[in-house]
């Protein structure tokens, strides 16, 4: 088993087709980051049996595993819908990243189809990790008119939403509701206990390396495979 990584790796002129064949390796697993180069997308074409998660992939020999990002984003969205809020603000990821882009443009369509008051200028956009949460949180609430709920793509963006939120004196779920994504252990203890949607990890892992050791034995696959999120309500996101 070898571990490729695009922080070190591009020291020479292999790429990852060349490195794969020298050691002749039986597979290939690839888990997706923020940046994606092109040799994956060689990769993904040649006779190598590659398996991807969170990246899709369209090659003859690969296959590619992920959360239904699309029914994250409905599913918060059905859910305020459903307990009577109906102005959400989204806050995503890098703006060019292919789950946010997914996961913002199904929240949008669900905002539509359910008639409810989509802005796009509660649409922000950071970097997943906590500190960008907390900056587009305060941006949000220095304007005149303010959402009733928060939607962040990741936990660690809503837990800097929520210190953001606390700062300027509002209560937690009473003045603003908020829910994460992903389901990180600190959700559990965050004051109050984030409301997130689940990823169910262990089933991706399981899912992505049967996938590849069929591929490896020829054996037919599904070109990609979707797995359900779970909503998991909380102190943070009760009506």
Known sequence: MLVFSNQSF???????????KHYQLDGCLIIAGEQIEDDIYELDQSDIPTVAVDLKLSGDRSSYVMTDNEKISRQVVEYFYLKG????????????SNITIVRRDAFIRAM??????????????????????????????????????VFAASDMMALGAIKAIKEKGLSIPEQMKIVGCDDIEACR????????????QVKIGL????????LIN???????????????????GEV
């Open 112 to 149: 539509n189809d359910y008639g409810m008051d989509y802005r796009e200028e509660w649409v922000k956009y950071g970097n997943y990790f906590e500190e960008s949460g907390y900056e587009n949180m305060l941006q949000l609430l220095q304007k005149e008119e303010q959402p009733e709920a």
């Open 189 to 200: 203890y965050s004051d109050p206990p984030l409301a997130t949607v689940r990823q169910d």
């Open 85 to 96: 809020i109906r102005s959400i603000a989204f806050l995503g990821g890098n703006r060019d």
């Open 207 to 214: 899912l992505t390396a049967h996938i590849l050791h069929d």
């Open 10 to 20: 591009n020291i020479g002129k292999e790429d990852y087709v060349a490195r794969s």
């Open 218 to 236: 020829d054996r037919q696959v599904q070109n990609s495979v979707f797995v359900d999120p779970e909503l998991i309500i909380r102190k943070s």
